[in-house]
């Protein structure tokens, strides 16, 4: 078979794609060449581990130490020795290693595309660097480092040719490289992507063979020379790889069958296992001696973070055994890199939740049991981000809430990616915030958060934060996604008192309308910036069909609840009751029926508690001008008790509303406006009766209508908003002699038609 595939000449390109030369034999793969002889055994380890930079991960192992690289824009490359833990920045912008104590660095952000090499025996520390100039000796490019073999290639007729050189002790003493070409024979269009050297003087391809260009991993060894190849099938794709001195696997994709890992028996058997993927398929594979490993690798973005949104589980470094596939190990939690290691071994850089974060060799053993692991290098570092302390509330009144609240929250560890949302779980409303901010290389161990009080609706017009249960919920994740992410709650609860026109339970006042159609609207109020005064926030949908009701009054809580409720009186006098439910988006509950006969009133008001038992009232005054209280019981199903005579001559009134506490004793007023226009305030006594009538001013009688709303601008003292299809509020004073400031303008329903306004 000799097939070739033409390619634009592009020196210095990364290589995606090459061509080598090599041996094939039959079109199965029969047996593969046992390994060389293992690498010497690696010096003996302090007791206690060295340490690994954080923030970086394992690209090259050797017997003597390990080759770190950091993440980001412009990674530092550190030799760390396992003796005595002293370690050594490497000059250059990029490096790599290859399963012993030599080291390449290029003079480019990539190796691919280095003219110049210097190559460092790290085993010997005071030894000055071999510089190779890959252009001086025949325009070669650096195609990997295999143990003390350097691979390069070059562009020829056609096809990329790969070649090596053993970096022996003429070479690091400043010898001129020789170069061999891996293999002559049949020529072999391959994929030499990442994976394809998978250690010491072994390597796995990529291929496409034949004149149907048909799948195939190659095999070559590098110390005898052999190579092997494996057709993959037509409806088949073979990437990535692994090599033991037992074993060959790699990924594999059938059509139909899915993702699996094929392992191979080197040197013995001819059996083809098969191992359904429980991985995706991005992810590596491994071999350590008759054992394959995988797992699911951190993602890790430019700044050296773990990638935010929502927390993911990722699977565990697990190991199975190839001869024995029912036995499984765990043995990290996670990973971030790993690289092939002397002896057989792997190197990770991962963590367990007993030994915590750093560099893990794990080798296989002699009887091929569990693969043995070690840490070898640490980061200092817990594996398990834990909640060590917190102070959060346990309950938040109104005006804590009007000031803004703080939270804290102390980590076991400060590198990671937080993120804390506050909900409120009646509306299930929610805010977010995540640390750390932008550009910084990761969250503080101590979290604090100023939470300013409003409302986690956004866009809300900064309304104050609702009544209600909140809780906070944080997700910590490692910053090098190597172990499980923290997540902890906590619950705290807003409270006010209630409040008679507050009916989406924020601590606001709020002003229902009908409009000529019939339809019910909610309007929320905000105190102004400035001045004591009121602003309107915008009107919400209550509900259609209230043109059946003649009379519109809201009473506060009658019936039991912490929300306040409204009345409705039908045109045949029956009176039904309007629950509030705190609701934002459906602030009354269905009405239910509480009695008939109620067209007997003129005039009906409520909210004010004016029998001092801390319950609202409703008062009314007949056709006949006398004046009767419904005292409030706080029962749903009889919300008033029977009615009890207070006074008569309430005829010469159009218009009464309880105003709440004008005059500062207390108790629950009563203004009253005559037909002349006059307002008058009868101060309630607390016991279910007024005080004489007093004179508030004249000129009234240009208003519709009169709505005591409580406080309304947040100063403490009650407030009256009048109507005329425009607003204006009346700040209260708290003096019963001036019970208002002089009315402005508030424009609270932004200019709608209605008819009536409670």
């Not at 640390?435 to 990761?442: K, L, N, R, S, T």
């Not at 009107?539 to 259609?544: A, F, N, Y």
């Not at 809580?557 to 009186?569: E, F, L, Q, T």
């Not at 005829?651 to 108790?667: F, K, S, V, W």
């Amino acid at each position: 078979m000799h097939v070739k595939h033409v390619r634009t000449h592009g020196r210095r390109l990364a290589a995606a794609a090459v061509t080598v030369v090599l041996a094939a034999t039959g079109g199965t793969l029969t047996t593969l060449p046992a390994a060389a002889a293992p690498v010497a055994a690696q010096d003996q380890q302090a007791s206690a581990a060295v340490p690994f930079p954080r923030d970086a991960d394992v690209v090259g192992a050797g017997p003597s130490g390990f080759l770190s690289k950091t993440r980001g824009e412009t990674p530092e490359f550190r030799w760390t020795r396992y003796g005595d833990g002293s370690s050594v920045a490497l000059q250059g912008a990029d490096a790599a290693g290859g399963g012993s104590d030599l080291v390449v660095t290029g003079d480019r952000k990539l190796m691919s595309v280095s003219s110049l090499l210097k190559v460092y025996d790290m085993a010997k520390p005071d030894a000055a660097p071999v510089v190779i100039d890959l252009d001086a000796l025949g325009d070669y490019t650096y195609a990997g480092l295999a143990g003390d073999t350097l691979l390069v290639e070059r562009y020829e007729d056609g096809h990329t040719i790969q070649y090596a050189t053993t970096l022996d002790a003429g070479v690091l003493a400043g010898g001129t490289p020789q170069f061999r070409q891996v293999a002559g024979g049949v020529q072999l269009d391959c994929d030499n992507g990442d994976g394809a050297w998978t250690g010491a003087g072994a390597a796995l391809y990529d291929c496409r063979v034949g004149d149907e260009r048909l799948p195939a991993k190659i095999f070559a060894d590098l110390a005898t020379g052999e190579t092997r190849w494996h057709l993959v099938g037509p409806d088949a794709w073979a990437w990535d790889g692994a090599v033991s001195a037992t074993h060959v696997a790699w990924r594999e994709a059938r059509v139909p069958g899915g993702d699996g890992i094929v392992v191979l028996r080197r040197g013995g058997s001819t059996g083809r296992l098969w191992f359904p993927s429980e991985y995706d398929a991005s992810d590596p594979v491994y071999l350590i001696g008759g054992w394959m490993a995988s797992g699911q690798k951190a993602h890790i973005d430019g700044a050296g973070s773990a990638e935010g949104g929502e927390a993911t589980t990722r699977l565990p470094f697990t190991v199975r055994s190839v001869e024995r596939p029912g036995e499984t190990a765990v043995l990290l939690t996670a990973f971030s890199s790993a690289v092939v290691g002397p002896g057989g071994s792997l190197l990770v850089r991962g963590g367990t939740p007993e030994h915590g974060e750093g560099l893990y060799r794990i080798s296989p053993r002699a009887d091929d049991g569990v693969p043995q692991v070690e840490l070898v290098a640490s980061t200092g570092q817990s594996t398990v981000v834990t909640l060590t302390g917190h102070t959060t509330p346990s309950e938040i009144t109104g005006e804590q809430a009007a000031r803004g609240v703080d939270f804290g929250w102390d980590l076991s560890r400060g590198d990671a990616r937080v993120t804390m949302t506050l909900t409120h779980v009646p509306s299930g409303k929610s805010v977010s915030q995540a640390w750390p901010a932008e550009g910084a290389a990761g969250a503080p161990r101590r979290i604090g958060w100023h939470w300013d009080g409003k409302d986690l609706e956004a866009g809300d017009w900064g309304a104050p934060a609702r009544n209600g249960t909140y809780e906070w919920k944080l997700t910590a994740r490692p910053d090098d996604g190597i172990g499980p992410d923290l997540v902890a709650t906590g619950r705290f609860s807003v409270t006010r008192p209630a409040a008679a026109h507050d009916y989406d339970d924020d601590g606001t006042a709020d002003l229902l309308t009908r409009d000529p159609q019939g339809v019910l609207w909610r309007y929320g109020t905000r105190p102004a910036a400035t001045g004591g005064s009121l602003t309107g926030t915008g009107g919400s949908r209550v509900g259609g069909g209230w043109q059946v009701y003649d009379r519109l009054v809201s009473v506060g809580n009658v019936a039991g609840s912490s929300a306040p409720d409204s009345i409705a009186r039908d045109r045949s006098g029956v009176l039904w009751l309007y629950q509030g439910t705190g609701d934002r988006n459906a602030p009354l509950a269905p009405r239910t029926q509480i009695g008939g006969g109620w067209q007997t009133y003129d005039r009906i008001t409520g909210g004010s508690d004016v029998t001092g038992d801390r319950r609202p009232d409703v008062l009314a005054v007949d056709k006949t001008g006398v004046l009767w209280l419904y005292a409030g019981t706080g029962n749903a199903k009889t919300p008033f008790s029977p009615r009890k005579r207070i006074g008569g001559g309430w005829q010469i009134y159009n218009e009464i509303t309880a105003a709440g506490n004008l005059g500062g004793a207390g108790a629950g007023d009563l203004l009253a406006r005559d037909r002349s226009g006059v307002l008058w305030l009868y101060l309630g006594k607390g016991d279910g009766t007024f005080t004489a009538r007093k004179q508030v001013g004249g000129g009234w009688g240009k208003f519709k209508g009169l709505t005591a709303v409580g406080d309304a601008n947040g100063d403490g003292r009650a407030d009256l908003v009048a109507w005329n299809g425009d607003e204006t509020f009346y700040a209260g004073t708290g003096d019963w002699s001036a019970p208002f400031k002089r009315g402005a303008g508030a424009s609270l329903t932004q200019d709608s038609a209605y008819d009536s306004l409670f």
